[in-house]
């Protein structure tokens, strides 16, 4: 065991700090922590390659109903037998549904848990304006959007399985209104793609300088590059979330002044994938 004037006789260097100084004088940690932030690691990343596939998924919808309605028809296992098993889109929304709960009970450590931490991240974010950290601050704000906004559309999937539907999908987005499906969107968006950066920061996936052993942080390097990529991603989701959104929209309104607001979507002759499995 080191004594403190040996401990404190060298100033460590920027160096040192990354890569701890005297952790072999630390008392040991619980492995909890470290399993914790795996699980928040895998989750995150099974939820944000989700996105891209529920974006592809939702907008289908741009191209026709029709498409839409197969792709629904898909995931829903019609083309087992030619009926629809609602209990395959519970077990899928089920899945992500779990995954949610892990991701945010293990991100809840890092949360502020009083005002006095809240103001402290918050200066710190100022005082260090550095891109990284901003991006965190911009993450904490969304996850905190999210708990109020992800588990009532996951519930709402769960408990009724058959609105899995274009025209019943339409009405519930004119129903939840522009503004609210707006702001789900955006925050969905960025908060999910901060992550997947974040991710490749934390799994060191970035040249480092060979005799510092730090990533490169500096404009034109990988990690730059990946940034600036993430926020161009981030902002096409966005205004294709946008676009889906107002095609969802239309249907709902269109649905409602008809007088249809429960009436289900029905393919025309020859346009379902599945007609020969009925």
Known sequence: MATDKEKYSHTPTATDNVWGVGLKDAKRQSKCTARL????????????????????????????????????????????????????HVVFVGFIFLC?????????????????????????????????????????ITAFCLFFLVFPHLMSMLVNPHGFDPNLIGVHTYHNGLLYTFIFLVCTELHGMIGLYRLAVKWDIFAKNPETKIMDQRAGSERAGLRKGMLI????????GSITMWTNYSIGAEQIANNAEAQRYEMSEGASWYNHAK
Not at 233 to 240: Q, R
């Open 37 to 88: 932030d795996v699980a928040q690691s895998v989750t995150g990343l099974i939820l944000g390659i989700f996105l891209f596939c529920h974006m592809a998924f939702t907008g289908s919808v741009n191209f026709g109903k029709d498409l839409f309605a197969n792709l629904i028809a898909t995931s829903g296992g019609v083309w087992l037998d030619g009926a629809d098993h609602a209990w395959m």
């Open 100 to 140: 949610v709960i892990v991701h945010m009970f293990c991100a809840l450590r890092r949360f502020p848990t009083s005002y006095k931490q809240l103001h402290d991240i918050r200066s710190h974010v100022k005082l260090v304006h550095h891109e990284d950290t901003t991006l965190w601050w911009v993450q904490l």
């Open 233 to 240: 991603v981030a902002l096409l989701m966005i205004v294709g």
